[in-house]
């Protein structure tokens, strides 16, 4: 499977097969243009105007925003309720955390989690190879929640996302005060804006390994 990073917390997933699944679409007030895109799914985190610009997509993509299973084109896709902010989304609402299974490797995207970890959140991610973290505070959890967060889940490769970049119109921090919560081995840092990644590179046990997107 290949993973893109679009920028934001916007992914483009890919199987083998050709399926294509696309993470909360960002609209222009972002600062930056989101890039032409076709897609099978979208999937969509909450209703801010950073997540939901599902209409810029092509291909007539099935929305999936709300709570539940599903499966599309062999990709399986489910969602579970947790909050954007500490006060039980009283402040910036709910928020939609995602779990995808694409060519057996098992990606999280956390959408604009903001709440700490808990148990109950843990227990409804389960086991995951590929995590995607908001990590620019503010709006979402900061670097050492985040941090936390990666702890406890235990992901094979963690990608951090919602952070500040180049023409970012959105009050937030830059990926380097999550960077150095950990040892410098494990962060890589890629040329580019996309890995493809095979289930066997998740056969043995390996640390966590950071990976950030140079775009």
């Given at each position: 499977m290949k993973i893109q990073w679009l920028g934001h917390s916007c992914f483009?997933?890919?199987e083998s097969t050709g399926t294509v699944v696309v993470t909360d679409p960002y609209g222009d007030k972002v600062g930056y243009p989101l890039p032409s895109v076709r897609a099978d799914a979208v999937t969509v985190?909450?209703?801010?105007f950073d997540h939901c610009n599902t209409q810029a997509i092509e291909g007539?993509?099935?929305?999936?925003?709300?709570?539940?299973?599903?499966?599309?084109?062999?990709?399986?896709?489910?969602s579970?309720?947790?909050h954007h902010d500490t006060v039980k989304g009283a402040k910036r609402g709910d928020n939609l955390i995602f779990?995808?299974?694409?060519?057996?490797v098992d990606v999280c995207h956390m959408g604009d989690i903001g709440e700490p970890c808990t148990a109950h959140i843990l227990d409804a991610i389960g086991a995951v190879n590929v995590l995607l973290i908001p990590v620019g505070g503010h709006y979402t959890i900061d670097a050492e929640t985040a941090k936390d967060y990666v702890d406890k889940l235990m992901p094979d490769i963690v990608i951090p996302m919602h952070y500040y970049t180049e023409g970012c119109e959105i009050d937030l921090e830059e990926v380097d005060a999550f960077l150095d919560l950990f040892d410098e081995e494990n962060v890589?840092?890629?040329?580019?804006?996309?890995?493809?990644l095979d289930r066997t590179?998740?056969?043995?046990?390996?640390?966590?390994?950071v990976v950030v997107f140079r775009r």
């Open positions: 483009v997933l890919t985190s909450h209703s801010h007539n993509p099935k929305i999936f925003d709300k709570v539940g299973s599903y499966e599309i084109e062999g990709v399986s896709i489910s579970f309720r947790t779990t995808y299974r694409l060519d057996g890589t840092f890629v040329d580019g804006d996309s890995i493809t590179r998740f056969d043995g046990d390996f640390e966590t390994t």
